[in-house]
């Protein structure tokens, strides 16, 4: 869907931002690009709508080089999403949503669908809010505006530059769950910008790792903390394997296969759920063993008693043995 | 009455362009400019309606525009008005968060888009404050070019001077105080209203 060849990317006088960037997007994944501020991961989002172009390079958006494409036309098929400030706070809620839809020159009945359509699905009542200004909203609420906007022309790419950096950690946990449950209902391809590990493991299918404009490590969640590249678990990971290793895993290891006998106990778990969904659903329900399933086929079960036994063993482990890293 | 509006809007005419204008160059031009705009401030009054009736004298021989009445003090009016609108414009457009127009590229505005649906409504009410600020500032000078045979309350209070009656003075100055007074509270209301939006 995006592929970035051999970008390199150098601001005047002599400061390099990208070495070599090569990077493929894949149709309908949240790609997230985690790296420090000064990594190169805003400027690397830039490039797919233009608003930077490669001193080197080409990139590619649906098999065309962009390079060659008109800008203006190429933004308004690209949603894009930044922190709230990112909001014109001189228009009000449906104004600032409209913004794309009225650029492709939509009927003023569409747009108006449209924006109700949008505010319904992101949990914000139409009637009450349209008419506000941003200042008048909730960090919360004018970041799902936010989202809403980037949503609007119902682009197939949207690209998001810590979208979620100015909300408090409760808020932004919620956000973050509302998004990715947005996600699934939608095919669309989302480049995700952040610095937060934690959020570049829930959010992300896959984990783009960038430091000093070099693309270290691509790799899902699950592999990026079992495997990291070396120098980055000295640094970070090392400290919070035990937490991520629960965002990531997931419950399959500790799955009984099914035994025949299915139990019709309401929350179903998949193969997919991990162990800290998991953990938070055996807090709230207070049961012994919950239903694992597939694609509404029953697969197994998952016994409390084993999942904190698994997680126990996780916790162990830690600290690592860092003399088997290679020094 | 007529001079201060023409006058005013003969200044905004040149100053929102110049000020839209400099703000978007990234050149050397801009601080160049807004001294010299400055400058014209600091000459006094007085001195500036002189300099440009003799200037004016100067030039009749290529241009037989007339030396005294509208036209001096038209000249001498919008010079004066230039600068607060100028600078507001410019200060303006560039204290605009360069986040916001970084998001408006993003979404495909093109630059003119930009211009007329974010950086000039977010920057509206500095801009109007320059405005009012170069109303007020008319309404007073105004009363000076009748020196120059502009007419208006200028000469009530200049005749007044030359016969020492208090009356014919005040007869100019206190309307020209309370025109001041009048169109400078509807613009910080006006420019009020645009931030108060917002």
Same mark, same amino acid.
């Given at each position: 869907?995006?592929?970035?060849?051999?970008?390199?990317?150098?601001?005047?006088?002599?400061?390099?931002?990208?070495?070599?960037?090569?990077?493929?997007?894949?149709?309908?994944?949240?790609?997230?690009?985690?790296?420090?501020?000064?990594?190169?991961?805003?400027?690397?989002?830039?490039?797919?709508?233009?608003?930077?172009?490669?001193?080197?390079?080409?990139?590619?958006?649906?098999?065309?080089?962009?390079?060659?494409?008109?800008?203006?036309?190429?933004?308004?098929?690209?949603?894009?999403?930044?922190?709230?400030?990112?909001?014109?706070?001189?228009?009000?809620?449906?104004?600032?949503?409209?913004?794309?839809?009225?650029?492709?020159?939509?009927?003023?009945?569409?747009?108006?669908?449209?924006?109700?359509?949008?505010?319904?699905?992101?949990?914000?009542?139409?009637?009450?809010?349209?008419?506000?200004?941003?200042?008048?909203?909730?960090?919360?609420?004018?970041?799902?505006?936010?989202?809403?906007?980037?949503?609007?022309?119902?682009?197939?790419?949207?690209?998001?530059?810590?979208?979620?950096?100015?909300?408090?950690?409760?808020?932004?946990?919620?956000?973050?769950?509302?998004?990715?449950?947005?996600?699934?209902?939608?095919?669309?391809?989302?480049?995700?910008?952040?610095?937060?590990?934690?959020?570049?493991?829930?959010?992300?299918?896959?984990?783009?790792?960038?430091?000093?404009?070099?693309?270290?490590?691509?790799?899902?969640?699950?592999?990026?903390?079992?495997?990291?590249?070396?120098?980055?678990?000295?640094?970070? /990971?090392?400290?919070?394997?035990?937490?991520?290793?629960?965002?990531?895993?997931?419950?399959?290891?500790?799955?009984?296969?099914?035994?025949?006998?299915?139990?019709?106990?309401?929350?179903?778990?998949?193969?997919?759920?991990?162990?800290?969904?998991?953990?938070?659903?055996?807090?709230?329900?207070?049961?012994?063993?919950?239903?694992?399933?597939?694609?509404?086929?029953?697969?197994?079960?998952?016994?409390?008693?084993?999942?904190?036994?698994?997680?126990?063993?996780?916790?162990?482990?830690?600290?690592?043995?860092?003399?088997?890293?290679?020094? | 009455?007529?001079?201060?509006?023409?006058?005013?809007?003969?200044?905004? /005419?040149?100053?929102?362009?110049?000020?839209?204008?400099?703000?978007?160059?990234?050149?050397?031009?801009?601080?160049?400019?807004?001294?010299?705009?400055?400058?014209?401030?600091?000459?006094?009054?007085?001195? /500036?309606?002189?300099?440009?009736?003799?200037?004016?004298?100067?030039?009749?021989?290529?241009?037989?525009?007339?030396?005294?009445?509208?036209?001096?003090?038209?000249?001498?009016?919008?010079?004066?008005?230039?600068?607060?609108?100028?600078?507001?414009?410019?200060?303006?457009?560039?204290?605009?968060?360069?986040?916001?127009?970084?998001?408006?590229?993003?979404?495909?505005?093109?630059?003119?888009?930009?211009?007329?649906?974010?950086?000039?409504?977010?920057? /509206?009410?500095?801009?109007?404050?320059?405005?009012?600020?170069?109303?007020?500032?008319?309404?007073?000078?105004?009363?000076?070019?009748?020196?120059?045979?502009?007419?208006?309350?200028?000469?009530?209070?200049?005749?007044?001077?030359?016969?020492?009656?208090?009356?014919?003075?005040?007869?100019?100055?206190?309307?020209?105080?309370?025109?001041?007074?009048?169109?400078?509270?509807?613009?910080?209301?006006?420019?009020?209203?645009?931030?108060?939006?917002?």
């Amino acid at each position: 869907m995006i592929r970035f060849k051999g970008i390199w990317k150098t601001f005047p006088p002599n400061h390099t931002v990208l070495e070599d960037f090569n990077l493929e997007i894949r149709e309908g994944e949240t790609l997230v690009i985690l790296g420090k501020s000064g990594s190169g991961k805003t400027t690397a989002l830039q490039l797919i709508n233009r608003l930077i172009d490669p001193t080197k390079g080409e990139v590619f958006v649906g098999g065309k080089n962009i390079l060659f494409l008109d800008p203006i036309e190429l933004r308004r098929n690209i949603g894009y999403a930044v922190q709230e400030i990112g909001l014109f706070p001189h228009m009000t809620v449906e104004e600032n949503i409209a913004i794309v839809p009225k650029l492709l020159g939509w009927g003023d009945k569409k747009i108006d669908q449209r924006i109700d359509q949008l505010m319904e699905m992101l949990g914000l009542d139409p009637a009450k809010y349209r008419k506000r200004y941003p200042l008048k909203l909730s960090g919360g609420q004018r970041q799902r505006i936010g989202v809403a906007r980037a949503l609007a022309a119902d682009p197939p790419i949207v690209l998001m530059d810590e979208p979620f950096g100015a909300l408090d950690p409760i808020t932004r946990e919620r956000t973050q769950k509302e998004f990715l449950e947005l996600k699934s209902k939608m095919k669309k391809t989302v480049v995700f910008v952040t610095h937060d590990l934690y959020e570049a493991v829930t959010m992300g299918d896959r984990i783009a790792l960038m430091d000093q404009g070099k693309l270290l490590q691509v790799a899902t969640p699950h592999m990026f903390v079992e495997n990291p590249p070396s120098a980055f678990e000295d640094d970070f /990971l090392g400290q919070h394997r035990f937490q991520l290793s629960l965002l990531t895993k997931t419950i399959t290891e500790c799955m009984d296969p099914s035994i025949g006998k299915q139990s019709a106990i309401s929350p179903r778990l998949s193969p997919q759920t991990t162990l800290m969904e998991a953990l938070n659903i055996f807090r709230e329900e207070n049961i012994k063993a919950l239903p694992v399933f597939s694609n509404s086929s029953y697969r197994g079960e998952i016994r409390k008693e084993k999942l904190l036994d698994q997680v126990l063993d996780l916790l162990m482990q830690e600290p690592k043995n860092y003399e088997t890293a290679d020094r | 009455m007529e001079l201060t509006f023409v006058s005013l809007l003969i200044a905004m /005419l040149i100053a929102i362009p110049l000020g839209v204008f400099l703000a978007r160059s990234k050149g050397r031009a801009s601080p160049v400019i807004l001294r010299l705009t400055a400058m014209i401030q600091t000459i006094p009054g007085l001195a /500036l309606i002189a300099l440009v009736v003799v200037v004016l004298a100067a030039l009749h021989v290529i241009f037989p525009f007339p030396t005294t009445g509208m036209l001096p003090a038209l000249i001498v009016l919008v010079l004066y008005a230039l600068l607060p609108i100028l600078s507001n414009t410019y200060t303006g457009l560039l204290q605009v968060s360069p986040n916001v127009k970084n998001v408006a590229n993003a979404m495909g505005m093109t630059p003119r888009q930009v211009l007329f649906y974010v950086e000039i409504p977010l920057s /509206l009410p500095i801009l109007i404050n320059g405005v009012r600020i170069a109303m007020v500032t008319t309404i007073g000078m105004v009363t000076l070019t009748s020196l120059v045979g502009s007419g208006g309350l200028g000469d009530l209070i200049v005749q007044g001077l030359r016969t020492m009656q208090m009356g014919l003075v005040l007869a100019g100055t206190l309307p020209a105080a309370i025109l001041a007074i009048f169109f400078d509270i509807v613009l910080t209301k006006v420019g009020n209203h645009f931030t108060a939006e917002c």
